[in-house]
C-alpha cells in the first residue's frame, strides 16, 4: 500500500509559478506509474502530467512546455513544476501512483487569478 500527500498549492497571479510535491511511504513493487491529475470545480478529473517507471514524462497538451513532473526515488516525492500559470489552471490537483494497485492523494488547490 502506498500513502500520498500533496502539498504547494495556493493562490497565485496569472502567469505565476507554482510548485507542487507529493509525498509517498508505504511500497509497491509493480509502481509503474507517477502521475499528476487535476479537477476543476464541477468538472472531471484529468490526467496533466506522468512519469513511466523509466523516468520518462508525459503531458497533456494543455500543459506542454509550462509544466514539469520530476520524481526523487530517494525521498520518495513526486514533483509537479508549474509556470505561466493561467486562469484555466485553477483545480485541485492530485497525486497518482499506480502498480499492484492505484493510489490518490486528497489534493490541493491550485487558485490562479489576480
Known amino acids: 500500500q502506498v500513502q500520498l500527500v500533496e502539498s504547494g498549492g495556493g493562490l497565485v497571479q496569472p502567469g505565476g509559478s507554482l510548485n507542487l510535491s507529493c509525498a509517498a511511504s508505504?511500497?509497491?513493487?509493480?509502481?509503474?506509474?507517477r502521475a499528476w491529475y487535476r479537477q476543476a470545480e464541477g468538472g472531471m478529473r484529468n490526467w496533466v502530467a506522468l512519469?513511466?517507471?523509466?523516468?520518462?514524462?508525459n503531458y497533456a497538451d494543455s500543459v506542454k512546455g509550462r509544466f514539469t513532473i520530476s520524481a526523487d526515488n530517494d525521498k520518495n516525492m513526486i514533483y509537479l513544476q508549474m509556470s505561466d500559470l493561467k486562469p484555466e489552471d485553477t483545480a485541485a490537483y492530485y497525486c497518482?501512483?499506480?502498480?499492484?494497485?492505484?493510489?490518490w492523494g486528497q489534493g490541493t488547490q491550485v487558485t490562479v487569478a489576480q
Open positions: 497518482y501512483c499506480r502498480g499492484q494497485d492505484t493510489y
Open positions: 512519469l513511466t517507471r523509466g523516468n520518462t514524462p
Open positions: 508505504g511500497s509497491d513493487p509493480r509502481l509503474n506509474v
